[in-house]
């Protein structure tokens, strides 16, 4: 039977690169093929059996808000709110909700401003079939020099992370999505950093695994790469961009 597993979605950037239409939308709330970009993520923790999920609030925090409750009233995954005044880094939303997964076995930590047709039941699987205390979800990127790339062995152990190298290793970039057990959860909390990437996955290099996702993912930071997605999903995902 598979463990109880939460979510900590972080969703509180500005989104500059997609203004001026993020002056009056926040990210996680701009429309891509007939559904926000947040419930797109909703949707597939609700189909992984996820029940409790965490977001961070900061840029047009009241429209998230009433996003979440009219989510709340209808679905079976139900989302708090952790406001930040001031952001606190991916790695610093996790310290300031230290406590989030004590009573869980592991958290989904989600980068919900990317897009992504990914199936969380699967990484659930996965993580759940190695010994390690991480599962970091990678894909195939064709800018190396623009992402945090990692390198698998031939069991899939992470064994190298390098935060948008000069020279890459590979072409396995970090998805932005991770599945952590609790205790690793507390390690991230007690570190008081700034950035997973940069402060804290390197240190998760040889007890790490990856798990290669080979379906859509994306960031949709910027307009072209925004269009890019709406076209996707009309598409249905079924071609990779």
């Given at each position: 039977?598979?463990?109880?597993?939460?979510?900590?979605?972080?969703?509180?950037?500005?989104?500059?690169?997609?203004?001026?239409?993020?002056?009056?939308?926040?990210?996680?709330?701009?429309?891509?093929?007939?559904?926000?970009?947040?419930?797109?993520?909703?949707?597939?923790?609700?189909?992984?059996?996820?029940?409790?999920?965490l977001l961070n609030?900061?840029?047009?925090?009241?429209?998230?808000?009433?996003?979440?409750?009219?989510?709340?009233?209808?679905?079976?995954?139900?989302?708090?709110?952790?406001?930040?005044?001031?952001?606190?880094?991916?790695?610093?939303?996790?310290?300031?909700?230290?406590?989030?997964?004590?009573?869980?076995?592991?958290?989904?930590?989600?980068?919900?401003?990317?897009?992504?047709?990914?199936?969380?039941?699967?990484?659930?699987?996965?993580?759940e079939g190695h010994?390690?205390?991480?599962?970091?979800?990678?894909?195939?990127?064709?800018?190396?020099?623009?992402?945090?790339?990692?390198?698998?062995?031939?069991?899939?152990?992470?064994?190298?992370?390098?935060?948008?190298?000069?020279?890459?290793?590979?072409?396995?970039?970090?998805?932005?999505?991770?599945?952590?057990?609790?205790?690793?959860?507390?390690?991230?909390?007690?570190?008081?950093?700034?950035?997973?990437?940069?402060?804290?996955?390197?240190?998760?290099?040889?007890?790490?695994?990856?798990?290669?996702?080979?379906?859509?993912?994306?960031?949709?930071?910027?307009?072209?790469?925004?269009?890019?997605?709406?076209?996707?999903?009309?598409?249905?995902?079924?071609?990779?961009?």
């Amino acid at each position: 039977m598979p463990g109880r597993y939460k979510a900590l979605l972080l969703a509180g950037g500005l989104g500059t690169r997609l203004r001026p239409l993020t002056n009056t939308v926040p990210k996680c709330l701009v429309p891509i093929g007939g559904k926000v970009l947040l419930d797109y993520w909703l949707d597939a923790l609700e189909a992984a059996g996820v029940r409790d999920a965490l977001l961070n609030t900061h840029h047009l925090r009241n429209a998230v808000v009433d996003h979440l409750k009219a989510a709340n009233a209808k679905r079976t995954v139900k989302t708090q709110e952790t406001y930040e005044p001031e952001l606190l880094g991916s790695a610093g939303t996790v310290h300031a909700n230290a406590q989030w997964v004590d009573d869980a076995d592991g958290c989904l930590v989600i980068y919900a401003d990317n897009l992504s047709n990914i199936d969380l039941t699967r990484v659930i699987e996965f993580h759940e079939g190695h010994g390690d205390p991480v599962t970091m979800v990678l894909f195939h990127t064709p800018y190396p020099k623009q992402c945090g790339i990692a390198e698998i062995d031939a069991s899939g152990r992470v064994i190298d992370f390098v935060e948008k190298p000069e020279r890459p290793k590979s072409n396995l970039a970090n998805a932005g999505l991770y599945l952590v057990s609790t205790a690793a959860y507390r390690e991230i909390a007690e570190r008081d950093v700034f950035d997973l990437g940069f402060d804290v996955i390197p240190n998760f290099v040889g007890r790490m695994s990856g798990f290669v996702f080979d379906g859509y993912h994306r960031d949709i930071g910027n307009p072209e790469a925004l269009e890019n997605a709406r076209e996707a999903a009309q598409r249905g995902f079924g071609a990779k961009a």
